[in-house]
């Protein structure tokens, strides 16, 4: 008994030091969408958390890259709302609700301005994130090892107070992202490829 009590603090505690070392910096990451759209070991880092959960069932895209997400907030209004704390905008990074009835059961955002963490998009259906979501295919090629989040982090902050040492990299830790498996080789892409990559399926009308 104690033991599955200790092991259960313990994974809620990885849970919790992920969150910490990744949705914080969400708007530094924003302020620096360029260079991580630009980077496919940047662009390639995996959330820490699933996007979205469905009742009933398991989606077929819950994990989502940094780079899906600033795509999908740069394209997708309904993913933004205003900021409780600020009026600024916020955008969703984690969204839950019922397939069935189309009801949304959380909906957390973080504020691109303050860094306020609150809830609520620009709908209130589940139904609706969902649908947009599901527009998108998942995102190939992946780079081989992406970036740690410290390393990350790093880059975003160095780009953003030293701009002019932009093409200089810190030094590189894979500690943290050692359960990303292998989907392509290095390979460099511009901004244009990388937009391409996210693209929405073809609808098709009878």
Request: proline share 5%; net charge negative; aromatic share 12%.
């Given at each position: 008994?104690?033991?599955?009590?200790?092991?259960?603090?313990?994974?809620?505690?990885?849970i919790?030091?992920?969150?910490?070392?990744f949705?914080?910096y969400?708007?530094?990451?924003?302020?620096?969408?360029?260079?991580?759209?630009?980077?496919?070991?940047?662009?390639?880092?995996?959330a820490?958390?699933?996007?979205?959960?469905?009742?009933?069932?398991?989606?077929?895209?819950?994990?989502?890259?940094?780079?899906?997400?600033?795509q999908?907030?740069?394209?997708?209004?309904?993913?933004?709302?205003?900021?409780?704390?600020?009026?600024?905008?916020?955008?969703v990074?984690?969204f839950?609700?019922?397939?069935?009835?189309?009801?949304?059961?959380?909906?957390?955002?973080?504020?691109?301005?303050?860094?306020?963490?609150?809830?609520?998009?620009?709908?209130?259906?589940?139904?609706?994130?969902?649908?947009?979501?599901a527009?998108?295919?998942?995102?190939?090629?992946?780079?081989?090892?992406?970036?740690?989040?410290?390393?990350?982090?790093?880059?975003?902050?160095?780009?953003?107070?030293?701009?002019?040492?932009?093409?200089?990299?810190?030094?590189?830790?894979?500690?943290?992202?050692?359960?990303?498996?292998?989907?392509?080789g290095?390979?460099?892409?511009?901004?244009?490829?990388?937009?391409?990559?996210?693209?929405?399926?073809?609808?098709?009308?009878?």
């Amino acid at each position: 008994m104690k033991e599955s009590i200790a092991a259960e603090k313990e994974q809620n505690r990885k849970i919790q030091d992920g969150f910490n070392s990744f949705y914080p910096y969400i708007p530094l990451f924003w302020e620096n969408r360029e260079m991580i759209l630009n980077e496919p070991r940047y662009y390639s880092v995996k959330a820490s958390n699933a996007f979205l959960g469905a009742m009933y069932m398991l989606p077929a895209n819950p994990v989502v890259t940094l780079g899906e997400l600033l795509q999908i907030w740069e394209k997708e209004s309904i993913f933004h709302s205003h900021c409780e704390k600020c009026g600024g905008d916020s955008v969703v990074y984690r969204f839950g609700g019922s397939p069935l009835s189309g009801c949304l059961f959380e909906c957390k955002n973080i504020c691109l301005q303050c860094g306020n963490f609150g809830q609520g998009a620009g709908t209130h259906l589940f139904s609706e994130l969902w649908r947009t979501r599901a527009q998108y295919r998942a995102i190939m090629p992946q780079a081989e090892v992406p970036a740690s989040y410290s390393e990350l982090i790093a880059a975003c902050k160095k780009e953003a107070h030293n701009p002019e040492n932009q093409n200089e990299n810190p030094e590189i830790d894979f500690s943290e992202n050692d359960n990303y498996t292998v989907t392509i080789g290095h390979k460099k892409l511009n901004t244009n490829e990388f937009t391409n990559l996210l693209v929405k399926e073809n609808t098709k009308t009878d």
